[in-house]
């Protein structure tokens, strides 16, 4: 079932994550009227639940600590995941438009989320058009991830998957303005390969591969970016 909202109150205007969770032009009057309509849902243990598939599609949900994943399970019942949410990001786009929830949040670590109601979100949005703007960005952004995976599954080795994976993150570290080049995983090499689609032992044999080539450091879930140009190359993109 969806998470439920507590009584504690929403002060968007004192988060530090606002400003990736709403348009950069929201001044503290329209993040006050934001913050009316936010709640915020109980912190959530590793392997919490955020809402589960069939749940009514109430609310999208602001990440502000921790990191969630979402899932899908196919008709012969396996587990498929679709996506990886980091602090200041949304989950549940997918929902927009229906009645039900179509896939299922679970937090990959302890985490604490905001809770903001579709309907109160989608009323405000017409009185804010900055934020129906912000909304349509955001969604833009989500099915643009959607199709790069879809190309990157069918098209690209198992080197050219992780070194995109990566790339995505350290851009994801750009926008909270943290360090892209010390990443931290916070999903457990099965999830990164169940969404790559790529075997447990491909990824670790993956990126034993990159740290041999001097492309990259690994310890554990920390990954350092040794050599920006070469995970480039390698993920199809080039450096700035």
Do not use: W
């Amino acid at each position: 079932m969806n998470a439920t909202t507590n009584a504690t109150p929403v002060h968007c205007q004192d988060c530090g994550l606002s400003k990736l969770c709403f348009p950069p032009s929201f001044d503290q009057q329209m993040l006050e009227e934001v913050a009316h309509a936010v709640g915020q849902i109980p912190v959530l243990p590793k392997g919490g639940v955020v809402y589960a598939r069939g749940d009514a599609a109430s609310a999208l949900y602001a990440v502000r600590s921790g990191a969630v994943k979402t899932i899908i399970v196919d008709a012969q019942g396996e587990e498929q995941v679709t996506g990886f949410y980091l602090p200041g990001e949304v989950v549940g786009l997918e929902h927009l438009g229906q009645a039900q929830c179509i896939t299922t949040a679970v937090a990959l670590e302890r985490s604490m989320l905001c809770a903001l109601p579709i309907m109160s979100m989608s009323q405000l949005s017409r009185q804010l058009p900055a934020l129906q703007q912000h909304l349509f960005q955001i969604m833009s952004s989500a099915m643009s991830a959607d199709y790069q995976r879809m190309h990157l599954l069918t098209q690209h080795s198992a080197e050219s998957r992780v070194a995109s994976f990566l790339l995505s993150l350290m851009e994801r570290h750009r926008k909270r303005r943290l360090d892209p080049l010390h990443l931290r995983l916070p999903m457990s090499r099965g999830d990164l390969g169940n969404h790559l689609g790529l075997a447990l032992e491909t990824v670790s044999r993956t990126l034993g591969a990159l740290q041999q080539r001097g492309i990259v450091q690994v310890s554990g879930r920390h990954v350092d970016i040794v050599d920006e140009n070469s995970l480039a190359r390698l993920g199809g993109s080039q450096c700035a």
